[in-house]
């Protein structure tokens, strides 16, 4: 991008002004940057207050978009690869006292069909 002196410039000045205008990164659901998650825990999870407790402890850059698909059951999107990746190798993580189980989501597996058993350590 070129900058211009805008203290010269004039109304009566006959210069064609053009501006670049980045484009913003779409935020449609991309599948590849989905983690499914659940808490052993047998209670319900509170979903507001753990959003907010996920986000100030990750800190993505691109940030993260967090919703119950199933009871018991949630879906983190994010907006970055290497967001994704630092959560997913980073744990392990828990939330008000209760481990959290994240596998990534994989594209025609439903998700009750995915093993959250497992967790690194």
């Known amino acids: ?46 979903l507001k207050e753990m959003k907010i407790r996920m986000y100030e402890v990750w800190r993505p850059v691109k940030g993260v978009a967090v919703k119950e698909a199933q009871p018991r059951l949630f879906l983190f999107q994010f907006f970055h690869k290497l967001d994704m990746e630092e959560i997913l190798n980073g744990g392990p993580w828990t939330y008000d006292s209760h481990s959290l189980v994240l596998e990534k989501l994989r594209i025609g597996v439903p998700l009750k069909d995915i093993q959250l058993n497992y967790m690194n350590l």
């Open 1 to 46: 991008m070129t900058w211009m002196n805008l203290e010269e410039l004039s109304l009566s000045d006959d210069k064609r002004l053009s501006f670049d205008i980045e484009e913003e990164e779409s935020s449609e659901h991309d599948p590849h940057l989905c983690l499914v998650g659940r808490f052993l825990v047998n209670r319900p999870i509170r």
